[in-house]
C-alpha cells in the first residue's frame, strides 16, 4: 500500500533561518502529492501541492518540487517566522479499488524562535 | 458557511456513553472523510464518502464507530459505548470532487474527552 515517511520533529530554528523537512513516500500509481499546515487548535489547511513529475508547488514562501526519481517532496523554506510555528503534514492522494485514498505523514512540528 | 463546520468543538463525556459529532462539509463538495488525530499522532483514517457510492469504512478501528451521510452533505460520527482510548481530536475534512488531484478543506475538529 501507499505510505509516506516524513522526519520527525520537533524542529527548533531560530528566526530567518533556512528550513527543510524531508518527505519521502511509496505509491504503486501516480500520485498527486500536498504539504498541510496545522496551527495550534486549527485543523490542516493545504499550503502547496504538485500533481505531477517536476512540478513545484509553491506558496507563502515555502517550495516543494515532486521528485519521482528519488520518490521525494521535501518542503523548504529560505527565511522562516515565528509565525510559521506549527505542524506540517506532508500528504498523498492516490486512486485504489475505485476510492480516493489519501495518506498522511506523521507530521513535523516546526518551533521558530525569536 | 465558507468552510468545512465542526460541532461540537469540545466534548467530555463518561466512559461508556455514546456520542455523536457532526461535520457540514463545503457546500457542493462530494467527497467527505472523517479522521482521527491522537496525542502526537499522525492522522489516522476512519472513513470516507463520495457522493452516492457505498463508504469506504476501511479505517474504523471496531464496530463501536459508525457514521452516516444524509442527502449527501452534513456526516454524523457516532462512537458507542466510548472508551477512554477514544479520546482524541476528530477531524472532518471535504473535497469537491474525488479526484486525486483536488486537495482537502478540514474542519477546526471535535476535541473528545473520555473521563
Known amino acids: 500500500g501507499n505510505s509516506v515517511t516524513q522526519m520527525e520533529g520537533p524542529v527548533t530554528l531560530s528566526e530567518e533561518a533556512f528550513l527543510t523537512i524531508n518527505c519521502t513516500y511509496t505509491?504503486?500509481?501516480?500520485?498527486?502529492l500536498f504539504w498541510y499546515v496545522q496551527y495550534p487548535g486549527e485543523g490542516l489547511q493545504l499550503l502547496l501541492k504538485?500533481?505531477?513529475?517536476?512540478d513545484k508547488g509553491s506558496n507563502k514562501g515555502f517550495e516543494a518540487t515532486y521528485r519521482k526519481e528519488t520518490t521525494s517532496f521535501h518542503l523548504e523554506k529560505g527565511s522562516v517566522q515565528v509565525s510559521d510555528s506549527a505542524v506540517y503534514f506532508c500528504?498523498?492522494?492516490?486512486?485504489?479499488?475505485?476510492?480516493?485514498?489519501?495518506?498522511f505523514g506523521i507530521g513535523t512540528k516546526l518551533q521558530v524562535i525569536p | 458557511g465558507a468552510g468545512v463546520s465542526q460541532s461540537p468543538s469540545n466534548k467530555v463525556t463518561e466512559k461508556g456513553k455514546d456520542v455523536e459529532l457532526r461535520c457540514d462539509p463545503i457546500?457542493?463538495?462530494?467527497?467527505l472523510y472523517w479522521y482521527r488525530q491522537s496525542l502526537g499522532q499522525g492522522l489516522e483514517f476512519l472513513i470516507y464518502?463520495?457522493?452516492?457510492?457505498?463508504?469506504?469504512k476501511s479505517g474504523l478501528p471496531s464496530d463501536r464507530f459508525s457514521a452516516e451521510r444524509t442527502g449527501g452533505s452534513v456526516s454524523t460520527l457516532t462512537i458507542q459505548r466510548t472508551q477512554q482510548e477514544d479520546s482524541a481530536v476528530y477531524l472532518c475534512?471535504?473535497?469537491?470532487?474525488?479526484?486525486?488531484?483536488?486537495?482537502?478543506?478540514f474542519g477546526d475538529g471535535t476535541r473528545l474527552s473520555i473521563l
Open positions: 457546500s457542493g463538495h462530494t467527497a
Open positions: 475534512a471535504s473535497s469537491s470532487t474525488g479526484v486525486s488531484n483536488q486537495p482537502q478543506h
Open positions: 505509491a504503486t500509481g501516480y500520485p498527486s
Open positions: 504538485a500533481t505531477k513529475a517536476d
Open positions: 464518502f463520495q457522493g452516492n457510492s457505498a463508504p469506504d
Open positions: 500528504a498523498l492522494s492516490d486512486r485504489s479499488g475505485g476510492y480516493q485514498k489519501v495518506t
